[in-house]
């Protein structure tokens, strides 16, 4: 198994925290999404059409988006920790959490948007940051209080970590680099910092990964 990710890249830490939970091997390739790599003409002809990392291979099943990756992980390795839980009302709960960081914050705050921002719509880089923390912030929001009305355990949802929490840490990891503030939220950052005490969370950390840049 191979996995194709950016060691900065938030959807390629969702991965990474779903492999190491299910302690599954894999070797690591990095695709450095700050010089387009990613759009290098033999990537995504031979790896993933969509431009994108994280992509995994599978023994020659190659899939993209992270979402899909961890479907399929879950599915084809179900070994616990089950990361989309099978009671229908939990599973539920924990997919409505997850669409919240990977559908209302990410898609609008990451790289590729906010390199648009800059080189076509010229913001300064004081404006690009009003918006990452504006968007950041109420999706936050959100997702804390879905916490406080329906969140368990340790974790957000029982005393397994699921989907919800392979989608959270790294919003909050890059929410923390960005410099965004994030008393608000005290139920997502009691289930971020015990998240990063795990040592799965830990092995998926962008730092530890081989192509950290400082």
């Not at 779903?18 to 790599?37: C, F, M, P, S």
Request: proline share 5%; hydrophobic share 40%.
């Amino acid at each position: 198994m191979k996995l194709y990710s950016f060691f900065n890249s938030s959807t390629s830490y969702r991965v990474r925290i779903a492999l190491a939970l299910k302690g599954l091997d894999h070797t690591y390739e990095g695709v450095n999404i700050r010089v387009q790599e990613n759009r290098a003409a033999d990537y995504v002809a031979t790896v993933n059409p969509s431009a994108a990392v994280p992509a995994l291979d599978d023994k020659g099943f190659v899939l993209g988006q992270s979402l899909a990756i961890l479907d399929y992980l879950d599915h084809k390795y179900p070994q616990s920790p089950r990361l989309i839980p099978t009671d229908l009302e939990r599973r539920a709960r924990v997919l409505e959490f997850a669409a919240v960081i990977s559908c209302d914050i990410h898609p609008i705050n990451n790289l590729r948007v906010l390199r648009y921002l800059q080189t076509e719509l010229l913001v300064t880089e004081e404006q690009k940051t009003q918006w990452y923390n504006h968007w950041v912030h109420d999706g936050l929001a959100m997702a804390e209080r879905l916490l406080e009305v329906h969140g368990s355990g340790a974790w957000c949802f029982g005393d397994e970590p699921t989907l919800a929490d392979c989608c959270l840490v790294p919003q909050m990891a890059n929410a923390e680099r960005m410099g965004c503030d994030l008393s608000a939220f005290p139920r997502l950052l009691t289930v971020y910092h015990h998240a990063l005490k795990n040592e799965a969370f830990q092995q998926a950390r962008p730092r530890v990964q081989p192509d950290f840049i400082a």
